[in-house]
């Protein structure tokens, strides 16, 4: 059965905060403890029907890409004592995304074809098709609203506001590209092209720390490298792995996150299917094949508490 929510009780629990995917327990004061649903999200809003295995495919890509990247950044994970369960460190959140596109797709596509050639601050040149690839990835942000939409934000106004400190900012940026540059090349020995990606961070001991998930299908867009330039030249849409086909689905449905829509009705074959698609996305990207995982709550819940006990 999907796992829509949790309700668990831990010892040392302090705190528990339910976000748009994943369910967070406070432990003491150091820990957190985030428990991947298979709620599902599009234009920030939850979706009324969970996607079977989605927790445990984005919290196992997350982890594996996570313990790569120590070279580049630390990062929050300390444990997966389950597949749909991370355990790390308490981090300070800075209150921006930082999303880098090394493609002219998606949001940034719908903003460039409504005529607008500066996007986050960013100049963008003309003359661009959809998908094609930018000269250089670029960093557009967005604000990490607590409720409601992310904002595209520029690195000037994040300054400016004093969302970030300049020299921190600075610093994520760095990491960002250099995340960016470990993802492309990671992807491309898999056959894939990284389109763009988020990735947030937050301070942990006075240190930047990446948090959260990374390079997973909610988070990141891929194609499929065989066939790109093909494609692009016919004016084809890409072969892609990512999320945005659930964007594409709910927009030909009339749906796409403002006031007074309504989220059309998900069939048992619409959720089939975007299981199905999360299962290609985890083996294309990992090379390995995708085993569900059928624990209970209850054997879930077990294991989190061994695994505390043990930090």
């Known amino acids: 059965m999907p796992v829509a929510e949790t309700h668990y009780q831990l010892p040392g629990q302090t705190g528990f905060y339910r976000g748009k ?8 004061e150091d820990l957190l403890v985030m ?20 927790g445990q495919i984005l919290n196992q890509i997350a982890a594996g890409f996570l313990k790569q990247v120590q070279h580049i950044v630390p990062v929050w994970l300390l444990q997966t004592p389950d597949p749909r369960v991370a355990i790390g460190l308490r981090c300070q959140p800075y209150k921006v995304e930082m999303v880098i596109r090394g493609y002219l797709t998606g949001h ?4 460039y074809s409504s005529g607008k050639r500066t996007i986050c601050g960013v100049q963008v040149p003309d ?3 959809e998908h094609d690839p930018f000269p250089e990835p670029i960093i557009t942000p967005t604000t990490k609203a607590s409720e409601g939409h992310d904002e595209d934000i520029s690195k000037e106004e994040i300054i400016a506001r004093g969302i970030v400190p300049e020299a921190e ?6 990491i960002t590209r250099q995340l960016f540059a470990f993802g492309t090349r990671y ?16 301070v942990h001991n006075g240190n930047i720390m990446l948090m959260d998930e990374i390079h997973t299908p909610d988070s990141s867009r891929y194609f499929y490298a065989a066939g790109y330039e093909d494609r692009q030249a016919a004016g084809e849409p890409q072969k ?23 989220i059309p ?23 390995n094949s995708f085993v569900p995982d059928h624990s209970s709550a209850e054997e879930t819940e077990s294991r989190i508490i061994d695994a505390l006990k043990k930090l």
Do not use: C
């Not at 995917?21 to 003491?28: E, F, K, L, M, T």
């Open 35 to 54: 428990v991947a649903s298979d709620r599902i999200s599009a234009f920030d809003v939850v979706l009324p029907r969970p996607i079977p295995y989605k």
């Open 187 to 202: 992807a491309a020995a898999q056959g894939l092209i990284l389109v763009d990606t988020k990735y947030e961070f937050g």
């Open 108 to 111: 940034a596509w719908r903003e």
């Open 169 to 174: 900012y600075l610093q994520m940026e760095t």
């Open 21 to 28: 995917v994943r369910d967070v327990y406070s432990i003491g």
């Open 265 to 287: 009705d998900m069939t048992d074959e619409v959720v089939l299917n975007i299981s199905e698609r999360y299962q290609e996305l985890y083996q294309q990207v990992t090379g």
């Open 127 to 129: 003359g661009l098709r």
């Open 240 to 262: 892609q792995l990512s999320k945005e086909f659930v964007r594409e689905w709910l927009i030909s449905h009339g749906f796409m996150g403002k006031e007074g829509q309504l």
